[in-house]
Structures are given as structure tokens and as C-alpha cells.
């Protein structure tokens, strides 16, 4: 059974810090390309950061220079560092697993940003 288990969501104040991670299990992790998405009310789910197999990075431009996706295959765990928070953060963070067609979803943590 395949599992994509984010933790680390929560509320922080704009101008704050939080560090989102995602634990796989049922998959070999490191041949994954994984990815955090997320979603704010009444939008679309929206591409954050990715980082593929052999650690190429890529992040979208509302968050360059404020987060870092990161992983480590010894824990089967990616994680995001958002520093610098903005009230227009605030959305559910989704985890994503690809190798080649198949795809993987986590079930989302929540980030608000606000004072």
C-alpha cells in the first residue's frame, strides 16, 4: 500500500518560517520525482517546487528565494523549508510522487499565514 504522509502545516505569522516534509512508504522512493503542490480557496492546485530523482530543483516564481525543497532517500522523506511567509501562502500543501505514468498524491497539510 502506497502512502504519501505530509506533516508540519500549521499557523505562522507573515514573515515566519515552517518546514513541511513528506514521508513515502509502499514505493522506492528514490526513483520518484517528487513535488509539492497546493491549493488555495476557490483556485486551482498549483505547482510550488519539484525535485527530481537526481535532485534537479525547480520552483515556481511566486516562492524563489523563500523555499527549498529538499529530500532524502535514506528516509524516504521530501521536505520544503518556507521561509519568509506570506499571507498569500496560505493554502492546503499537497505531496506528489511520479515515476514515469504512475502518480502519487498525500492527503495535504494546511498552511495559514496570518496575524
Known amino acids: 500500500q502506497v502512502q504519501l504522509v505530509e506533516s508540519g502545516g500549521g499557523l505562522v505569522q507573515p514573515g515566519g518560517s515552517l518546514r513541511l516534509s513528506c514521508t513515502a512508504s509502499?514505493?522506492?522512493?528514490?526513483?520518484?520525482?517528487m513535488a509539492w503542490y497546493r491549493q488555495a480557496p476557490g483556485k486551482e492546485r498549483e505547482l510550488v517546487a519539484s525535485?527530481?530523482?537526481?535532485?534537479?530543483?525547480n520552483s515556481a516564481d511566486s516562492v524563489k528565494g523563500r523555499f527549498t525543497i529538499s529530500r532524502d532517500n535514506a528516509k524516504n522523506t521530501v521536505s520544503l523549508q518556507m521561509n519568509s511567509l506570506k499571507p498569500e501562502d496560505t493554502a492546503v500543501y499537497y505531496c506528489?510522487?511520479?515515476?514515469?505514468?504512475?502518480?502519487?498524491w498525500g492527503q495535504g497539510t494546511q498552511v495559514t499565514v496570518s496575524s
Open positions: 509502499g514505493i522506492i522512493f528514490r526513483e520518484y520525482n
Open positions: 525535485i527530481t530523482s537526481w535532485r534537479s530543483t
Open positions: 506528489k510522487g511520479t515515476y514515469y505514468r504512475t502518480t502519487y
